[in-house]
């Protein structure tokens, strides 16, 4: 079984940064693919970053590319999501995924494990 928390989700200010992170726990999450979706009330979840088992390849949502950016430590078995010259339509909850075979970008998808969401405000 693999468990996701995350954590880092703030109110902040457009143009401001934050990082969030997700800890995961689990025999195996080590050699899980990861990623990040975010959700906001009466829409479909949207895929944000993923990143591969090893650090080596990261995939980016398009409203992101540029501005966020994924990563991983494995010796804490964490993933991190850095979040640059935010915007409005950052606003959501932000969840963290993790996924057995290859990296997660899909929000259908039956496979996934996932946190429980931390919430980011963009607001002035």
């Known amino acids: 079984q693999v468990q996701l928390v995350e954590s880092g989700g703030d109110l902040v200010q457009p143009g401001d940064s934050l990082r969030l992170s997700c800890a995961a726990s689990?025999?195996?999450?080590?050699?899980?693919?990861m990623g990040w979706f975010r959700q906001v009330p009466g829409k479909v979840r949207e895929f944000v970053a993923a990143?591969?088992?090893?650090?080596?390849?990261?995939y980016y949502g398009d409203s992101v590319k540029g501005r966020f950016t994924i990563s991983r430590d494995g010796a804490k078995n964490t993933m991190y999501l850095q979040m640059n010259s935010l915007k409005y339509e950052d606003t959501a909850v932000y969840y963290c995924?993790?996924?057995?075979?290859?990296?997660?970008?899909?929000?259908?998808?039956?496979?996934?494990?996932w946190g429980q969401g931390t919430q980011v405000t963009v607001s002035s």
């Open positions: 995924a993790a996924s057995p075979q290859g990296m997660p970008t899909r929000s259908d998808a039956r496979n996934y494990y």
């Open positions: 689990g025999r195996t999450v080590s050699s899980y693919g």
């Open positions: 990143i591969s088992w090893d650090g080596d390849v990261t």
